[in-house]
C-alpha cells in the first residue's frame, strides 16, 4: 500500500479532518462549484456534482453553503471562476508529487507551492517530470465496517472494477476511470459506506521511505501542501512500513 491509499489512512487516524474543517469546507466548495458550471446544477443529472455535494456532506458542511456554491457554479450567485492546474514535483527522500489544484490565481498558487516545496526539502518540477510513473485509475475507499469482502469484490467487479484490495481500515476498489461512476454506484447500491472516491492518480513504482526523520519529513510536506486551499489532491509514490506507521500515530 502507497500514497494515496496509505495517506488516507493516516488521515483518517490522526483526525486531520476535523482540525482542517474550514479549509476543507473551502476545497468542497470549489469541487461543488465547477462540478456545477461544467455539467450543469442538478446531481440527478450530473454525477460529478452528486459525488461532489456527497463528500461535502460527509465532512458535515452545511446545506446552506452547498446549495449557494452550486449557485455559483450555474451563475445563480456572483463567483470566482476557477483553474484546474497539476503541479509536478519532488518532495523529501525523493518522494514524487503530483499536486491537483484549482485556482483563481495562478500566479498566487505557484508561489506558494514553490515555497512548500522547498522548505519541504523538495523541488517543484517542470510538466511532465513525474507524470510518467502514475497511472490514472478510479480510487474508491468503502469502510470495513458492516462489508462482506467477496460481496464487495462481486458488486464491484461485476460493474467493471479492476481490483478490491485491504487498506488497512478501508477497502480500497480501483477501477478505469471510465467506469469510475458505475462502479462507485454499484456499491452505493449494495448499501456500503465510502469513504471517499475520486479519480486518482496511482503510483507504478514506489519510494520506500524508513526512519522517523524521513517519515515525519514527507508526512509533514503533505501535510504542508494539503493545508493550501488551492490544493484539491495530493497524489505521491510513499510507501512507509506499517512499524514506521505505528511509532508516527504514537
Same mark, same amino acid.
Not at 480510487?139 to 464487495?152: A, H
Given at each position: 500500500?502507497?500514497?494515496?491509499?496509505?495517506?488516507?489512512?493516516?488521515?483518517?487516524?490522526?483526525?486531520?479532518?476535523?482540525?482542517?474543517?474550514?479549509?476543507?469546507?473551502?476545497?468542497?466548495?470549489?469541487?461543488?462549484?465547477?462540478?456545477?458550471?461544467?455539467?450543469?446544477?442538478?446531481?440527478?443529472?450530473?454525477?460529478?456534482?452528486?459525488?461532489?455535494?456527497?463528500?461535502?456532506?460527509?465532512?458535515?458542511?452545511?446545506?446552506?453553503?452547498?446549495?449557494?456554491?452550486?449557485?455559483?457554479?450555474?451563475? #445563480?450567485? !456572483?463567483?470566482? =471562476?476557477? %483553474? @484546474?492546474?497539476?503541479?509536478?514535483?519532488?518532495?523529501?527522500?525523493? *518522494?514524487? $508529487?503530483?499536486?491537483?489544484?484549482?485556482?483563481?490565481?495562478?500566479?498566487?498558487?505557484?508561489?506558494?507551492?514553490?515555497?512548500?516545496?522547498?522548505?519541504?526539502?523538495?523541488?517543484?518540477?517542470?510538466?511532465?517530470?513525474?507524470?510518467?510513473?502514475?497511472?490514472?485509475?478510479?480510487?474508491?475507499?468503502?469502510?470495513?465496517?458492516?462489508?462482506?469482502?467477496?460481496?464487495?469484490?462481486?458488486?464491484?467487479?461485476?460493474?467493471?472494477?479492476?481490483?478490491?484490495?485491504?487498506?488497512?481500515?478501508?477497502?480500497?476498489?480501483?477501477?478505469?476511470?471510465?467506469?469510475?461512476?458505475?462502479?462507485?454506484?454499484?456499491? #452505493?447500491? !449494495?448499501?456500503? =459506506?465510502? %469513504? @471517499?472516491?475520486?479519480?486518482?492518480?496511482?503510483?507504478?513504482?514506489? *519510494?520506500? $521511505?524508513?526512519?522517523?526523520?524521513?517519515?515525519?519529513?514527507?508526512?509533514?510536506?503533505?501535510?504542508?501542501?494539503?493545508?493550501?486551499?488551492?490544493?484539491?489532491?495530493?497524489?505521491?509514490?510513499?510507501?512507509?512500513?506499517?512499524?514506521?506507521?505505528?511509532?508516527?500515530?504514537?
Amino acid at each position: 500500500m502507497a500514497g494515496h491509499s496509505k495517506w488516507a489512512n493516516i488521515k483518517h487516524r490522526k483526525g486531520r479532518q476535523d482540525a482542517k474543517r474550514s479549509k476543507i469546507w473551502s476545497k468542497c466548495s470549489k469541487a461543488i462549484i465547477v462540478a456545477a458550471k461544467n455539467g450543469g446544477g442538478s446531481p440527478e443529472m450530473n454525477l460529478a456534482l452528486r459525488y461532489a455535494i456527497d463528500e461535502a456532506k460527509a465532512q458535515n458542511m452545511p446545506k446552506d453553503t452547498i446549495s449557494n456554491a452550486i449557485k455559483k457554479g450555474t451563475g #445563480e450567485l !456572483a463567483g470566482v =471562476t476557477y %483553474e @484546474s492546474i497539476v503541479y509536478e514535483g519532488y518532495g523529501p527522500a525523493g *518522494v514524487a $508529487v503530483m499536486v491537483d489544484i484549482l485556482t483563481d490565481n495562478r500566479n498566487r498558487t505557484a508561489a506558494e507551492l514553490r515555497k512548500t516545496f522547498e522548505k519541504g526539502g523538495g523541488n517543484l518540477g517542470a510538466t511532465g517530470c513525474v507524470a510518467y510513473n502514475f497511472e490514472q485509475k478510479g480510487q474508491i475507499f468503502v469502510t470495513k465496517e458492516g462489508t462482506d469482502e467477496e460481496e464487495l469484490m462481486m458488486a464491484a467487479l461485476e460493474a467493471g472494477a479492476d481490483d478490491v484490495e485491504d487498506a488497512d481500515e478501508f477497502f480500497e476498489v480501483l477501477c478505469e476511470p471510465t467506469n469510475y461512476t458505475a462502479v462507485r454506484q454499484a456499491i #452505493e447500491e !449494495a448499501n456500503y =459506506t465510502i %469513504e @471517499s472516491g475520486s479519480v486518482a492518480m496511482i503510483p507504478q513504482q514506489t *519510494v520506500e $521511505v524508513t526512519g522517523a526523520k524521513d517519515v515525519n519529513k514527507v508526512i509533514n510536506f503533505i501535510d504542508a501542501l494539503e493545508d493550501n486551499e488551492d490544493v484539491q489532491n495530493v497524489h505521491a509514490n510513499f510507501d512507509i512500513s506499517d512499524e514506521d506507521m505505528a511509532a508516527l500515530e504514537d
